[in-house]
């Protein structure tokens, strides 16, 4: 059972659980979570009327467990790119960047897992703070969740480590090849380009789960927890400007490391198409007066050969993913800034005031 892993991880799983007996006490406290999930989402009456379920708790532990999920295999999926990479010629004693990543990643993930935690423990604060009535009802949910948080924070930090791999390769000087006219059409390193949009794209769900219900939160057409969800919209906007932090800390900063790595790498081989130029040159001027068509075929092959070179570094892409996958990632990430745009300019507060009063005047009208 693959969730039964996860709970291994519970900063005080060890300590409950002897080692001998894990497996089934994982399966038990799974169980019991979902339990107690279904049961604290479960209205006391009218039961068939679904948005009086407390839906905001249960997807947001259904994409808690999803982004938990994705990240399984963070580090298999880690080193194979650095695997093939170093097949490739990319980057050079891969054993030893392995190493030194891992060794990065296990200070990260202490702090951030601690960072995530002290976030989700900080937004039931101020919600206890701000809806004192609910407060009994919101203390187990809060250690509850702030538990699962630092397992997610642990997670999440394995990302932010592995997003330091080009700050890795500057400091302890690994020289970066490229190769104009790759097959894959990024310079050899699309297998980096594809690990980092993976890896942000796992991010991306939390951000989309926390900007959709900012704004869904107004609409709820059950009264008693739209008045009892309303506490969150602030704490959640909160949030989500800390999860796309984390994105431009996971995708952001490397893809603009090795692009500018890159680009450096580019200039440098453009000094070798200027001189193979000049050579293009000299050989069109030797085929006009070639005597023979064997040394005709001669000075044609290597013409094409030499002109190939030369395009091959002149057209060199200088990002390790398609650029259009850029432009895509960051028109998402510019839709999940909405709820963040709207707070600063006032716009949000408008909308919650115009949704909550059209969503009263409806049920009057009913």
């Given at each position: 059972m693959k969730l039964a892993g996860l709970i291994r991880n519970w900063p005080w799983a060890e300590s409950l659980i002897p080692s001998d007996h894990g497996k089934r006490a994982t399966e038990v406290l799974v169980a019991l979570s979902a339990v107690l999930l279904i049961f604290g989402a479960m209205p006391a009456k009218n039961r068939s009327n679904p948005f009086a379920w407390d839906l905001l708790?249960?997807?947001?532990?259904?994409t808690f467990l999803a982004g938990l999920l994705a990240t399984g295999s963070s580090k298999e999926n880690f080193e194979?790119?650095?695997?093939?990479?170093?097949?490739?010629?990319?980057?050079?004693?891969?054993?030893?960047?392995?190493?030194?990543?891992?060794?990065?990643?296990?200070?990260?993930?202490?702090?951030?897992?601690?960072?995530?935690?002290?976030?989700?423990?900080?937004a039931f604060v101020a919600v206890i703070l701000s809806d004192p009535a609910h407060a009994s009802r919101r203390v187990g949910l809060c250690l509850f969740e702030t538990a699962w948080a630092y397992?997610?924070?642990?997670?999440i930090g394995r990302l932010v480590a592995y997003g330091r791999l080009g700050s890795y390769l500057k400091a302890s000087k690994t020289r970066l090849r490229v190769?104009?006219?790759?097959i894959d059409a990024a310079a050899g390193?699309?297998?980096?380009?594809?690990?980092?949009?993976?890896?942000?794209?796992i991010l991306a769900i939390p951000a989309a789960f926390l900007a959709i219900w900012s704004l869904l939160i107004p609409a709820w057409p059950e009264r008693s927890l739209r008045l009892r969800y309303a506490a969150w919209i602030h704490p959640?906007?909160?949030?989500?400007?800390?999860?796309?932090?984390?994105?431009?800390?996971?995708?952001?900063?490397?893809?603009?490391w090795f692009h500018r790595a890159m680009c450096s790498e580019k200039e440098r081989l453009l000094e070798e198409a200027d001189e193979l130029s000049q050579k293009i040159a000299l050989i069109s001027s030797q085929l006009a007066t070639a005597r023979t068509s064997e040394e005709r075929n001669l000075l044609k092959e290597e013409l094409a050969f030499k002109t190939r070179q030369f395009w091959d570094i002149e057209r060199m892409p200088t990002w390790p993913v398609d650029i259009s996958l850029v432009?895509?990632?960051?028109?998402?990430?510019?839709?999940?800034?909405?709820?963040l745009l709207g707070e600063v300019l006032g716009i949000h507060e408008k909308w919650i005031k115009l949704v909550e009063q059209s969503v009263e005047n409806l049920h009057r009208s009913g």
């Open positions: 708790l249960l997807s947001g532990f259904a194979s790119m650095l695997d093939r990479l170093g097949r490739r010629g990319v980057i050079s004693e891969i054993d030893r960047v392995k190493n030194a990543m891992d060794q990065i990643a296990a200070r990260l993930t202490r702090v951030i897992a601690s960072g995530v935690a002290l976030s989700i423990l900080c397992v997610a924070g642990k997670r190769f104009p006219g790759h390193l699309k297998p980096l380009g594809a690990f980092c949009l993976h890896q942000t794209l959640y906007l909160g949030l989500l400007a800390i999860t796309l932090l984390l994105e431009t800390l996971v995708f952001v900063l490397p893809m603009w432009r895509k990632f960051t028109v998402a990430n510019v839709s999940l800034l909405v709820p």
